[in-house]
């Protein structure tokens, strides 16, 4: 019978891994809490007025610039998150179920939009948009109030098309378990194409699709880089915010502001997790 012996080294590295993993979070947490207004020093829990120790975060939500930027990062993700499902998952059944030429260079494609950098997708993107809006301001002669410019639809548009290839490997990870026979037996007692995709298809592929649209609102939700590079005037969303404030001053502020998008990308990604893991 043969015995393994952990290694002291090994166990002191994947200490120090989960150390520097999860200590600055824990230290973000903590400040979030500190009477000082600077993050120098920890001076102690700050108590003052009705918030107590929530003081931080009670400030935070009277700020009307974090709330705008609240709003558009949530109407971003949310609208981002349900083209990209949509399209995502159809392109994940249209790869799954027919042979077409170019299937090979598609599904090859999926992959360049993970695996490139952020910052030139976001030089490709802007350079696009940038060229396109002048052509058509151009081309159409378009008054200085009336022309094309940089603002939330291209922030949303940009966030659309990185989100669809991680909404269509999911979705086909789970089309990879399924047994097309249940809608050749659905099809067989009576019911159309629509009628099946809706009754038989669509609820076993819903934990994939769901997974893949928590994945999508959770890119988007935190994204920083294709947002910088796309947006606008009107358009700030919460991590450009947080970036602008950075570039001034660290306050409790702005890590009570950071340890809310960490439990809200946390209880997305836990959800997501969820149900991709369901059989």
């Not at 200490?15 to 020093?41: D, G, K, M, Q, W």
């Not at 609102?217 to 947006?231: C, P, Y």
Request: proline share 5%; net charge neutral.
């Amino acid at each position: 019978m043969s015995s393994t012996k952990r290694s002291p080294w090994l166990t002191l590295t994947a200490l120090l891994v989960y150390f520097f993993l999860y200590a600055p979070i824990v230290v973000l947490i903590v400040f979030s809490f500190n009477a000082s207004r600077t993050n120098v020093v920890f001076e102690g829990v700050v108590n003052q007025g009705p918030c107590g120790p929530f003081y931080w975060y009670c400030q935070l939500l009277r700020n009307r610039d974090v709330m705008e930027a609240t709003r558009n990062t949530l109407v971003i993700a949310l609208t981002s998150t349900f083209f990209a499902t949509i399209i995502g998952t159809m392109a994940a059944l249209a790869l799954q179920r027919f042979d077409f030429f170019g299937k090979n260079a598609a599904e090859t494609s999926l992959y360049f939009p993970i695996v490139t950098p952020e910052i030139v997708m976001g030089i490709g993107i802007l350079v696009l948009f940038s060229a396109a809006f002048g052509w058509i301001n151009t081309a159409l002669a378009l008054a200085p109030n009336q022309r094309l410019t940089m603002g939330m639809g291209t922030v949303i548009v940009s966030h659309i098309a990185f989100s669809i290839p991680f909404v269509t490997l999911v979705v086909r990870a789970r089309l990879h378990g399924f047994d097309s026979r249940l809608e050749e037996a659905a099809m067989d007692l009576g019911a159309n194409e629509l009628t099946t995709f809706r009754k038989v298809t669509l609820p076993l592929i819903a934990p994939g699709v769901l997974a893949g649209a928590m994945l999508a609102f959770t890119l988007s939700l935190d994204d920083f880089i294709i947002t910088f590079f796309t947006t606008g005037p009107g358009a700030t969303t919460l991590p450009i915010y947080v970036y602008g404030l950075l570039r001034r001053v660290v306050t409790p502020e702005v890590n009570a502001l950071s340890t809310i998008w960490i439990l809200v990308v946390l209880v997305v990604v836990g959800i997501s997790q969820w149900f991709q893991s369901r059989e």
